[in-house]
């Protein structure tokens, strides 16, 4: 009698949800050392929420980083250059625009804390980064002070 108990109650434990899908294609592929299985298709899945957030299990969410930000886009083309990328000391900012005075830029680290924020006074603008340590800055270009483009720089060790 206990061993019918037991083989019921285990049969209860073992008891597994599983994420179903329709599959377009697929694979099953044996050998000595052990089976492999893939599916190719859209898995279902339960959705977990809250008002923070929300968990997708089983699902690949595609992100896309834009880098730039505000104003006209036609604005934001090859006229805005920074150079040499990565840099170990001087960077340069070209505003190839005719109304340069009217921009403005800003370095800040990677936590968002501003380092340094300086008028542009001419189409061509160099500063040092010398006394900064190597790592990922942000060069936020305003106009007006509205953002225009946010550059990835990398600093360098000399």
Do not use: W
């Not at 083989?7 to 994420?19: C, H, R």
């Not at 005719?98 to 830029?105: A, G, N, V």
């Not at 680290?109 to 001419?122: A, E, I």
């Not at 340590?133 to 990398?154: E, H, R």
């Amino acid at each position: 009698m206990k061993t019918i108990i037991c083989l019921f109650l285990l049969g209860v434990s073992f008891q597994g949800f599983a994420q179903s899908s329709i599959n377009s294609s697929g694979m099953y592929a044996s050998g000595g050392s052990g089976n492999v299985a893939s599916a190719i298709g859209q898995v279902f899945y339960e959705p977990f929420g809250s008002p923070s957030g929300s968990v997708h299990p089983g699902v690949e969410h595609a992100y896309e980083i834009l880098e730039t930000l505000g104003m006209d886009v036609r604005e934001i083309g090859l006229n805005l250059k920074i150079y040499p990328n990565p840099t170990p000391d001087i960077l340069y900012l070209n505003i190839d625009f005719k109304d340069f005075r009217k921009y403005s830029f800003e370095l800040l680290d990677n936590s968002g804390r501003s380092l340094m924020m300086k008028p542009v006074d001419s189409s061509t603008v160099s500063f040092s980064m010398g006394s900064y340590a190597a790592g990922v800055y942000l060069l936020k270009v305003t106009k007006n002070g509205k953002s225009i483009k946010i550059f990835k720089v990398i600093k360098s060790d000399k």
